[in-house]
Nanobody, 115 residues
Framework: QVQLVESGGDLVQAGGSLRLSCTASRIRFSANAVAWHRQAPGSQREWVATVTSGGATNYAGSVNPRFHIWRDNERNTVYLQMTNLQPQDTAVYFC?????????WGQGTQVTVSS
């Protein structure tokens, strides 16, 4: 069964940094774009960043240039480095990808930023 597993979420103070990981099993991450999204309490899920199969990246305006996404194909993992975190970055962070016509999501990892 295909699984995406996020990790790295934590409670940090404003101005701090975190690195999130998204590791896939039973699919080749390298063949597809992988995206990070987030959902704050009471809000809709929003797109954060994408890395393509070729390594090109794109970011939501609210996180650029504070966040950086990249992929390690050998580890089948995509990372999201988040710096200068602010309380408005508090959310559950999810990764997703498509594989053979299906869309897959992880279970999410909680990021909480205190002021």
């Amino acid at each position: 069964q295909v699984q995406l597993v996020e990790s790295g979420g934590d409670l940090v103070q404003a101005g701090g940094s975190l690195r999130l990981s998204c590791t896939a099993s039973r699919i080749r991450f390298s063949a597809n774009a992988v995206a990070w999204h987030r959902q704050a309490p009471g809000s809709q899920r929003e797109w954060v960043a994408t890395v393509t199969s070729g390594g090109a990246t794109n970011y939501a305006g609210s996180v650029n240039p504070r966040f950086h996404i990249w992929r390690d194909n050998e580890r089948n993992t995509v990372y999201l480095q988040m710096t200068n975190l602010q309380p408005q970055d508090t959310a559950v962070y999810f990764c997703n990808t498509h594989w053979r016509g299906q869309e897959y999501w992880g279970q999410g990892t909680q990021v909480t930023v205190s002021s």
